[in-house]
């Protein structure tokens, strides 16, 4: 199975920046997943459905929610099995708990997220 781990969130002011980590796991599973699949970032806060915010293909092209469109930027190293997230300019708005997992999502695939809090 693909084990997805995210890191780097933590407590960010408006404005700031923050750039998340997801290292998935390095057997045939997950450098199958990297070579082949699109890789995204999810965010989920409280009282909200987990919501798709940004993708990307094993080409390198992306794709944004609008409300993050311009801020955010997604990335990805196949050959280390890395996913990143670097988001700029934040509001109080993205606060929430990111994942990353394959666009379309596998269930199984779902790690702890990392959570992202913007506050001043």
């Known amino acids: 199975q693909v084990q997805l781990v995210e890191s780097g969130g933590g407590l960010v002011h408006p404005g700031g920046s923050q750039r998340l980590s997801c290292a998935a796991s390095?057997?045939?599973?997950?450098?199958?997943?990297?070579?082949?699949?699109?890789l995204g970032w999810y965010r989920q806060a409280p009282g909200n459905q987990r919501e798709l915010v940004a993708a990307?293909?094993?080409?390198?092209?992306?794709n944004y929610t609008d409300s993050v469109k311009g801020r955010f930027t997604i990335s990805r190293d196949n050959a280390k099995t890395m996913v990143y997230l670097q988001m700029n300019n934040l509001k109080p708005e993205d606060t929430a708990v990111y994942y990353c997992?394959?666009?379309?999502?596998?269930?199984?695939?779902w790690g702890q997220g990392t959570q992202v809090t913007v506050s001043s």
């Open positions: 997992n394959t666009v379309p999502y596998t269930d199984r695939s």
């Open positions: 390095r057997n045939i599973f997950g450098i199958t997943v990297f070579s082949i699949k699109d």
């Open positions: 990307i293909s094993p080409d390198g092209s992306t």
